[in-house]
């Protein structure tokens, strides 16, 4: 069992930053994603990371403007949001897997370990 518990949600204005952190033991073992669900919308990819680091992804709305990364040594890894738009208004998600592949790295059913997520609200 890996027990992931995220960090970093919170208000912030258009245009703002966040930063979200995933946190658990033996992370550094796992390649990891972020996903997010707003009010009455399905969850959906954001971005996800290779447990070596070799490879990241990201959804196309995020990209340019998220970067995801991790620590091993501190067993976390990190999703910074900057120029942050309404729609990015959403409980995110961080989930992790032993084995992740490139057919499916952006399906919620790929990643065995979820955590119990963090609101970010961006306000105009």
């Known amino acids: 069992q890996v027990d992931l518990v995220e960090s970093g949600g919170g208000v912030v204005q258009t245009g703002g930053s966040l930063r979200l952190s995933c946190a658990a033991s033996?992370?550094?073992?796992?390649?990891v994603g972020w996903f997010r669900q707003a009010p009455g919308k399905e969850r959906e990819f954001v971005a996800c990371?290779?447990?070596?680091?070799?490879?990241?992804n990201y959804a196309d709305s995020v990209k340019g403007r998220f970067t995801i990364s991790r620590d091993n040594a501190k067993n976390t890894v990190n999703l910074q949001m900057n120029e942050l738009k309404a729609d990015d208004t959403a409980v995110y998600y961080c989930?992790?897997?032993?084995?992740?592949?490139?057919?499916?790295?952006?399906?919620?059913?790929?990643?065995?370990?979820w955590g119990q997520g963090t609101q970010v609200t961006v306000s105009s």
């Open positions: 033996g992370l550094s073992n796992l390649s």
């Open positions: 990371i290779t447990r070596n680091s070799v490879a990241t």
């Open positions: 989930a992790a897997v032993f084995s992740l592949y490139s057919r499916n790295w952006n399906q919620a059913s790929a990643y065995a370990y």
